[in-house]
């Protein structure tokens, strides 16, 4: 027996040019490129769009991304892709330390490390994943986030270690 009912949902969504963002890093510091995209005068940069980020808020040291859990984001279990949260882990540790950087320097995450505490599904309502700086020296920095739920308990938690480097001249 076939079966011929089809109970596919399907997403679209569209994404600007990710150059133009790497084009702004020798002549705009982190924190006004990352307001810039908060006050959406900056697209924001494909992942955003490919993971459905809600919003974000800025300063210098964190930066906090909000997300509404979608069916899209779910593994076979039934319960968003741990995947989907260490994007986000890693977009506001990451970030975060990019607040703190002048024109013309660059970051990279070295590692991650994730822990995951609490199932996340579509009824835990938005979260919050605040990313914060914990240490930053000239070539190296520590930085960590931490994901939470509408309720204000902690779902996910991760550190990473970046590289701060020149960034590479257009």
């Known amino acids: ?38 006050a959406g005068e900056l697209p924001p940069p494909p992942i955003m769009n490919l993971i459905d980020i809600a919003g974000m808020q800025v300063e210098e040291g964190s930066v906090t991304f909000f997300i509404d859990p979608r069916e899209f984001h779910y593994n076979p279990l039934g319960s968003v892709h741990g995947g989907v949260i260490s994007t986000l882990l890693d977009s506001a540790a990451a970030c975060s330390l990019h607040s703190t950087l002048p024109a013309g320097v660059g970051y990279t995450s070295l590692d991650l490390t994730v822990k995951f505490l609490r199932t996340v599904t579509v009824d835990s309502g938005r979260l919050a994943c605040k990313g ?4 930053r020296g000239r070539r190296t920095a520590l930085t960590e986030a931490r994901l939470t739920d509408t309720a204000g308990r902690l779902v996910a938690h991760a550190t990473s270690s970046c590289m701060i480097f020149e960034a590479p001249r257009s």
């Open 132 to 135: 914060s700086v914990l240490q």
């Open 1 to 38: 027996m076939t079966q011929t009912q089809d109970h596919t949902r399907t997403r679209t969504y569209a994404w600007t040019d990710p150059a133009a963002h790497a084009s702004l890093l020798a002549t705009t510091d982190g924190l006004t490129l990352l307001r810039r995209m908060e």
